[in-house]
């Protein structure tokens, strides 16, 4: 469900094995040897994936589409070698960190500055 809109994503390890409603798609590798679903997961935050599954969809109203799994199935998508794929996702995924990181990091001097302007405003430092 909501696929179209880019609603997919990795089911982290401790979530293995856990109930999914029946509205969802839960998809395994077939064959690790040769994919590697990390890729996939990559892959899947791509604008030309989300054109992908809006094309495996149907409905009359984008917000209303269902996505026809057996479709997307039916779909070629070209992957390079096993070890290519390990490393865009590690590069990718490292880089995604990344930018976590520093929007935390951003987040907190923002903070900062807020408690600093507001301790500027009241009196409590004063500069000279």
């Known amino acids: 469900m909501q696929v179209v809109h880019g609603a997919s994503g990795l089911v982290p390890a ?66 390079p070698e096993l070890a290519e794929q390990r490393a865009i996702a590690e590069v990718l995924n490292t880089a995604e960190a990344e930018i976590h990181l520093t929007e935390r990091k951003l987040d907190a001097l923002r903070a900062q500055k807020r408690g600093l302007l507001q301790q500027l405003l009241t009196g409590e430092i004063l500069l000279s």
């Open 14 to 79: 401790e979530l293995d094995g856990m109930k999914v409603s029946g509205s969802y798609v839960a998809l395994v590798s077939r064959n690790p040897a040769t994919f590697d679903i990390n890729f996939l997961d990559c892959l899947s935050k791509l604008s030309w994936f989300y054109h992908l599954c809006y094309v495996c969809s149907y409905g009359v109203h984008i917000e209303k589409m269902t996505f026809d799994l057996n479709d997307f199935l039916d779909q070629t998508i070209r992957v």
